[in-house]
Nanobody
Framework: QVQLVESGGGLVHAGGSLRLSCAASGRTFKNYAMGWFRQAPGKERELVAAISVSGRTTYHADSVKGRFTISKDNAENTVYLRMNSLKPDDTAVYYC????????????????WGQGTQVTVSS
């Protein structure tokens, strides 16, 4: 079983920045396509960003485009989400996900999911 270990969440003022990290551990004999999702109170889970197995192709949701950047380190099976110019509306639990195959970058059907990390942006 693959475990996804997330870090980097916390409390930040509006306009600030955070970098989320998510490392795959356990049965990690190959690289993964990975994604970041978020769930805010009263809202459905939202795909924030995704990156292909190779890391050469990315997707960013319109709500975060230009502010958030997804990247990955295949040697460490780690995905990052750099979040700049944070807004109170970005407050949510952020989840990472991984899959060993490329499907659509906008898919929601990942094989492995992290436990989530809280990001809170104060006004």
């Amino acid at each position: 079983q693959v475990q996804l270990v997330e870090s980097g969440g916390g409390l930040v003022h509006a306009g600030g920045s955070l970098r989320l990290s998510c490392a795959a551990s356990g049965r990690t004999f190959k690289n993964y396509a990975m994604g970041w999702f978020r769930q805010a109170p009263g809202k459905e889970r939202e795909l924030v960003a995704a990156i292909s197995v190779s890391g050469r192709t990315t997707y960013h949701a319109d709500s975060v485009k230009g502010r958030f950047t997804i990247s990955k380190d295949n040697a460490e099976n780690t995905v990052y989400l750099r979040m700049n110019s944070l807004k109170p509306d970005d407050t949510a639990v952020y989840y990472c996900a991984a899959d060993d195959r490329n499907w659509s970058l906008t898919r929601t059907t990942y094989d492995y999911w992290g436990q989530g990390t809280q990001v809170t942006v104060s006004s």
